[in-house]
């Protein structure tokens, strides 16, 4: 059936697109690892490059390889990370470290959740990972080649990643807080004012298309001005993107969460913050662009009157801070659609 489905396909590109058709051809495996690594001696590689170059000769077609391996590792990182947060969520026993715990998730909201996820997967996202290795293959990224990156590169690579990412982050998402755009695209994202793990990627399609720029930025400003970028190295970095997206929104923050560890990371209790309040805590992966510009201040009080309560009244008055944060939440939601209303009336 499958190959039934490749050659209607091919026929209908040689048709009318036969420049792109002749860049999907399958290759038997004799033809395509003599194309491919020819030259290199296979044998003399370790167990995953040997793995690696195996798969791109088995399917015989390097861009159909790699567009084919680029969205199967998406989806199975963003639902292999989120569905263990749904499982924690319905055992009371992780509950005493739930951010909102009064907050509830029904299973309706899970079901929305994912159909709008699976949408936006196969109609933005899949489109932009098919056209992301063409693109940066063209400034030189490698795909199927061996041997890979040493592993001092692909971090240094990754940390610019981050870097980039959580600069683009932070300015775009604000920017979806203005009234037009948070009236049209981010309120679907506020849906739910305490996350879940799976609705990090609940959004409408045009904040998908603008924050996955973030994502996907780095290694093509990277790719032009170096060549020695490899998209494993990509894959470990969209890897650690989804993990931290999928756990900041999962409602949760453990004594072994990464922020105990790393001060500057945002992780759940951060970004949990953001959909109560509204207004605050814009970052993605860091804190510190919140911290220079003052974009955290409701956070950070809360915190201290939270802090500064006596420890067996410490609970209560979380409980009505939380309650206290969500209304001011709620109230500066009105005011920005509100304004919306305005500028477009």
């Known amino acids: 059936m499958a190959a039934a489905a490749y050659d209607v396909a091919m026929d209908y590109l040689y048709k009318y697109a036969p420049g792109v058709a002749e860049h999907l051809v399958i290759s038997n495996a004799t033809t395509t690892k003599e194309q491919l690594y020819g030259d290199i001696a296979l044998?003399?590689?370790?167990?995953?490059e040997r793995l690696w170059a195996s798969y791109y000769i088995y399917i015989g077609n390097a861009i159909l390889a790699t567009g084919l391996m680029s969205f199967?590792?998406?989806e199975v990182v963003y639902f292999g990370r989120s569905i263990p947060w749904l499982i924690i969520d319905a055992m009371p026993f992780f509950h005493k470290w739930k951010l909102q715990p009064n907050k509830k998730i029904t299973k309706e909201q899970i079901w929305k959740c994912t159909k709008v996820v699976l949408l936006t997967h196969f109609t933005c996202e899949a489109p932009l990972i098919w056209l992301f290795h063409p693109i940066c293959c063209y400034f030189g990224m490698a795909t199927h080649e061996v041997p890979f990156s040493p592993v001092w590169l692909m971090a240094a690579q990754i940390a610019f990643f981050f870097v980039?990412?959580?600069?683009?982050?932070y300015w775009a998402h604000r920017g979806l807080h203005w009234g037009p755009l948070y009236k049209n695209i981010h309120k679907l994202h506020h849906e739910f004012s305490a996350p879940i793990g799976l609705a990090a990627e609940y959004?409408?399609?045009l904040e998908v298309m603008i924050l996955a720029q973030g994502t996907i930025s780095g290694p093509f400003l990277y790719c032009l001005f170096r060549n020695d970028l490899h998209i494993l190295t990509v894959y470990v970095w969209v890897t650690l993107r989804l993990f931290q997206a999928v756990d900041a929104h999962s409602g949760y923050d453990f004594p072994w969460s990464l922020r105990h560890f790393l001060p500057f990371w945002a992780g759940a209790d951060h970004h949990d913050f953001h959909h109560m309040a509204f207004v605050n805590c814009y970052s993605t992966s860091f804190r510190w662009w919140d911290y220079s510009l003052g974009t955290d201040a409701k956070y950070?009080?809360?915190?201290a009157r939270v802090a500064a309560a006596k420890a067996t009244e410490r609970e209560k008055i979380r409980?009505?801070?939380?309650?206290?944060?969500e209304k001011e939440g709620q109230e500066a939601e009105r005011i920005v659609e509100s304004y919306a209303k305005r500028k477009t009336a």
């Open 300 to 303: 950070h009080a809360y915190k």
């Open 43 to 48: 044998s003399s590689l370790n167990w995953f």
């Open 72 to 74: 199967v590792l998406h």
């Open 203 to 205: 959004a409408h399609p």
């Open 319 to 325: 409980e009505r801070e939380l309650e206290q944060v």
């Open 164 to 169: 980039f990412e959580d600069m683009f982050h």
